[in-house]
């Protein structure tokens, strides 16, 4: 103003910034056909007001409601009924329904067997229709389907019978029908024969009208081989026969692979009646050196084949008080353990037996005859020369005397099945039976040894074979006289029961006479006891 002579500038007008555009935030973002999983540009920074207006947020109600409108109203890809060829599956959208559409009809259809397993045949039903999840697209068509997947499911089974109800009879007159009509039971009984156990084979009874008679036979025979099949196979699980192993014995076995005693287990060598030998490679064990090659001998777990083991260990002083007929399992781990301690005797004695590793139950793990995987062949399969068979008949003779004498065993099973032929020289096998001289039979098992011995070795001409009661007189220090089997049998068994009256402190003619003579002496000395009593009461009470 000139009047107040200060002279005022006028001010510089400050620039104003531009205003925001009028379109939203969100409208930056990726077209709606381009892949959600790309990477997009970010959008375009807006103020915390643009964000909080009210048409901001009815735009984006109006895009999901016309999106919802087109899923519904068929403006979308039709993917239930167009054909896979004309579907655009480069569209995430499409693709992520379809995906939808199968899982939920999976869903429902597992929804609906577990209410008809839950269900059953009662009269009270549970639905689990609240918890079904239908596809959008098929809302109409949800009915349809179940009964669709409903005759699906029971396209399998037979005609539906006539229903009959409660009160026995349906119709009047001559169009009566009862719950007795041979059709109808026949078409029931058709269909109850598909709850026998499925390894029964009952073929196809659709259409089929089954009698009563002819249907309660097949089911008593299915019943029956049913319960056959369970104790065949129960049978199978719990025993160890021919080349089978059962899976308590398996399981033993891999322990011992695991443990590294045994590298690897090989085929079957030999089967006979009381056990199965294997052959393995042997490993490591502690400070113990295992055989390169070992056989392992596994008792068979049933007493089907060799019903006669009681008579070789019950009488044996060693085992006596373990010995218990009733678990089969105990009497094969006894077995075992008699023939680890027999062929440990005879190691010792220096008798060419195989060298026992270790026992595990009714596991014997030993040193294997042979070589290169292949066993020693036995007496009965070998093919010699007639020096060789002189040779192998001394040494056998040989061997008998010393098991006797100096193991104090009796083989009681000795034979050709049973003796090995090894680098030149006679090897005893399979010792579990063997008993000691003490052994009630122990000299009728030696006589039977000496007479297998002398008829395999003359049938093979060996020169000088000495008779059976011969070769049991060198081998026992004993002299019973020449006859037939059964007259020398008879001598041993006289034999026999003397030394066990003799064992005990008294002869046999004088057992009896002593025995009913003391007896009677004290019956007599308690009768004039008594009396003596009864008379000194009398005399009291007079």
């Given at each position: 103003m000139e009047s107040s002579g200060i002279a005022v500038m006028e001010a510089n007008p400050v620039p104003t910034p531009a205003p925001p555009p009028t379109t939203n935030a969100w409208a930056a973002r990726a077209d709606p056909g381009t892949s959600p999983w790309k990477t997009c540009q970010a959008p375009a920074p807006c103020s915390l007001a643009d964000v909080m207006s009210e048409e901001l947020a009815k735009e984006l109600q109006e895009e999901d409601k016309t999106t919802l409108e087109k899923l519904t109203t068929g403006s979308a890809p039709d993917f239930l009924t167009a054909s896979a060829d004309d579907l655009d599956v480069s569209d995430d959208l499409l693709l992520a329904q379809m995906l939808q559409r199968e899982f939920d009809l999976e869903h429902d259809q597992m929804l609906r067997m577990e209410e008809r397993k839950v269900n059953g045949d009662s009269r009270v039903t549970i639905s689990f229709e609240n918890f079904r999840t239908v596809h959008p697209a098929e809302a109409e068509d949800s009915s349809g389907s179940d009964e669709d997947l409903d005759a699906l499911e029971y396209a399998w089974d037979h005609d539906k019978t006539t229903a009959v109800p409660k009160r026995g009879y349906t119709g009047r007159g001559p169009n009566m029908v009862t719950k007795h009509d041979p059709k109808i039971c026949g078409q029931k009984n058709s269909a109850r024969m598909m709850q026998f156990p499925p390894d029964f084979h009952s073929g196809d009874s659709v259409g089929m009208v089954l009698p009563n008679h002819v249907y309660n036979v097949l089911k008593v025979h299915s019943y029956k081989e049913d319960h056959r099949s369970h104790r065949v196979h129960d049978k199978k699980e719990i025993s160890t026969a021919e080349q089978a192993i059962d899976p308590k014995t398996r399981l033993l076995l891999y322990k011992l692979v695991n443990a590294e005693v045994l590298e690897c287990i090989n085929g079957s060598i030999s089967t006979g009646k009381e056990a199965c030998v294997f052959h393995a490679f042997g490993g490591k064990m502690g400070d113990l050196l295992v055989p390169n090659?070992?056989?392992?001998?596994?008792?068979?777990?049933?007493?089907?084949?060799?019903?006669?083991?009681?008579?070789?260990?019950?009488?044996?002083?060693?085992?006596?008080?373990?010995?218990?007929?009733?678990?089969?399992?105990?009497?094969?781990?006894?077995?075992?353990?008699?023939?680890?301690?027999?062929?440990?005797?005879?190691?010792?004695?220096?008798?060419?037996?195989?060298?026992?590793?270790?026992l595990r139950k009714h596991i014997l793990v030993m040193s294997f005859i042979g070589q290169d995987q292949k066993p020693a062949k036995k007496l009965k399969d070998i093919k010699l020369s007639a020096e060789q068979w002189q040779q192998a008949y001394a040494q056998c003779l040989d061997l008998m005397c010393r098991m006797y004498r100096d193991c104090h065993l009796i083989h009681a099973d000795l034979s050709e099945y049973n003796i090995l032929w090894h680098n030149g020289q006679i090897w005893f096998i399979d010792v579990s039976q063997s008993v000691e001289p003490q052994h009630p039979h122990a000299l009728e098992f030696l006589y039977r040894d000496c007479r297998n011995v002398c008829q395999f070795f003359s049938s093979k001409g060996v020169p000088n074979v000495l008779q059976p009661h011969e070769l049991f007189n060198k081998v026992s220090d004993l002299d019973i006289q020449a006859g037939e089997d059964k007259d020398c049998l008879a001598q041993i068994q006289t034999y026999e029961k003397?030394?066990?009256?003799?064992?005990?402190?008294?002869?046999?003619?004088?057992?009896?006479?002593?025995?009913?003579?003391?007896?009677?002496?004290?019956?007599?000395?308690?009768?004039?006891?008594?009396?003596?009593?009864?008379?000194?009461?009398?005399?009291?009470?007079?």
């Open positions: 090659e070992c056989a392992i001998k596994v008792f068979k777990t049933t007493l089907n084949e060799f019903r006669t083991r009681d008579r070789y260990i019950k009488e044996d002083f060693r085992f006596k008080d373990r010995f218990s007929k009733l678990n089969p399992r105990k009497i094969i781990k006894l077995w075992a353990e008699k023939e680890m301690h027999n062929l440990n005797r005879m190691r010792r004695a220096g008798i060419p037996c195989p060298e026992v590793v270790l003397k030394e066990e009256y003799l064992s005990q402190d008294m002869a046999r003619e004088n057992f009896a006479f002593d025995f009913f003579f003391e007896r009677s002496k004290l019956q007599q000395e308690l009768k004039k006891a008594k009396e003596e009593a009864e008379s000194d009461e009398d005399t009291c009470e007079t």
